[in-house]
């Protein structure tokens, strides 16, 4: 079986990117106005001191989202060495499918995600570095998943997903040696 590529959706990607541009001055505002006027309330001085956060937190999702429409790389590889994760800033690159353990769809900030979940819950977080290793491992703390695909950001339908990585999966288990063999589930085929 070939790869099955997944791009982002150029539209999403772009109205993702406008937003955050439209938040990083929003905030960079808040943060001169409060500045200009002389913050003398402890609630004014909360929100000098977050407002910066903010602005850079909006600015790194400009940042990507620009980038993805850019240069437009895959966002998941369903391939005979497993899944690759590039739909997110955190996005872990090449999951095998030796290290996962099941496949659900969860609910995350009422959008829906293909959760992964490994066999070792640190495997992601642990081969990570700097700041994605400090992203992942906030996101461990709202998701007990490893990686989390956003589906809405996927230029193909959840089912087309679902049957691709379930054919890879089957074509891999049986191209492999009894002992290489390991137990997955896939939870929700919506």
Known sequence: MEKFVVYPKKKRMVVLALFSTIFVFL?????????????????????????????????IGTYFFTKSVIKRKPAVIVSKEGITDNSTMIGPGLIKWQE???????????????????????????RSTGLVKVLNSLNKGLVSAQANIPLNNLDCSIDDLFKNINDQWETTMNSMEPEEVVSWTMLDEE
């Open 27 to 59: 905030c960079g505002g808040i943060f001169l106005l409060l500045l200009g006027d002389g913050a003398t309330g402890v609630l004014e001085n909360l929100l000098l001191v977050l407002m910066p956060v903010c602005a850079a937190f909006f600015a």
């Open 100 to 126: 996962i353990e099941k496949i659900d769809v969860v609910s995350i900030g009422g959008q829906p995600h293909l959760a992964i979940f490994t066999y070792d819950p640190d495997a992601i977080r642990d």
